[in-house]
């Protein structure tokens, strides 16, 4: 089925999901947990698919900062590694 963009952002975050071991949209700390862990997904994406942000990265004069974005609330959260 296809969803116009939407599709596109549900690939995206599907390979979060079955770590999260939930499967409820309706549940908030399940939501909560698929949210975190694609944040976390995307950091390492970063390093992995670009050598030149991965150098930087690691010799420390590049920072790299996750935030999940809160549409209820319009607050930011910053996940602690």
Same mark, same amino acid.
């Given at each position: 089925?296809?969803? *116009?963009?939407? /599709?596109?952002?549900?690939? =995206? !975050?599907?390979?979060a999901v079955a770590p999260a071991d939930c499967g409820n949209?309706? @549940?908030?700390?399940?939501?909560? =947990? !698929?949210?975190?862990?694609?944040?976390?997904?995307?950091?390492?994406?970063?390093? /992995?698919?670009?050598?030149?942000?991965?150098?930087?990265? @690691?010799? +420390?004069?590049? *920072?790299? !900062?996750? *935030?999940?974005? @809160?549409?209820?609330? +319009?607050? !930011?959260?910053?996940?602690? @590694?």
């Amino acid at each position: 089925m296809k969803l *116009g963009n939407l /599709t596109g952002l549900l690939a =995206k !975050v599907r390979p979060a999901v079955a770590p999260a071991d939930c499967g409820n949209s309706k @549940d908030e700390a399940c939501v909560g =947990k !698929v949210a975190e862990l694609n944040v976390r997904r995307a950091m390492s994406e970063i390093r /992995t698919r670009s050598s030149y942000l991965k150098k930087y990265l @690691d010799e +420390g004069t590049l *920072g790299l !900062v996750s *935030g999940i974005y @809160d549409v209820s609330t +319009g607050k !930011v959260v910053f996940p602690q @590694d």
